[in-house]
């Protein structure tokens, strides 16, 4: 696993209403903490299994809340 990045901010912005399940909002709030993540990352830093991680990321992609960004999933601005 590579070393995560850090964000000089010390505030996460507000998780989006839209969110409902626990799981999206856990991956959403990693994703906005570190930057972005792979796949594998979410499955081991979050202990997720990879079809459950795909799904989050599918649905939070859906809604147009994370982005594709080369091999990471990254909080779509």
């Known amino acids: 696993m590579r070393s995560q990045k850090h964000r000089s901010a010390t505030q996460v912005d507000p998780v989006p209403d839209d969110l409902e399940?626990?799981?999206a909002k856990l991956v959403y709030i990693y994703l906005e903490v570190t930057g972005g993540a792979t796949i594998e990352e979410l499955g081991e830093v979050l202990a997720m299994k990879k079809i459950n991680s795909l799904s989050v990321l599918h649905s939070l992609s859906s809604a147009g809340?994370?982005?594709?960004?080369?091999?990471?999933?990254?909080v779509a601005n």
């Open 65 to 74: 809340h994370v982005e594709r960004s080369g091999s990471e999933y990254v």
């Open 21 to 23: 399940s626990a799981r």
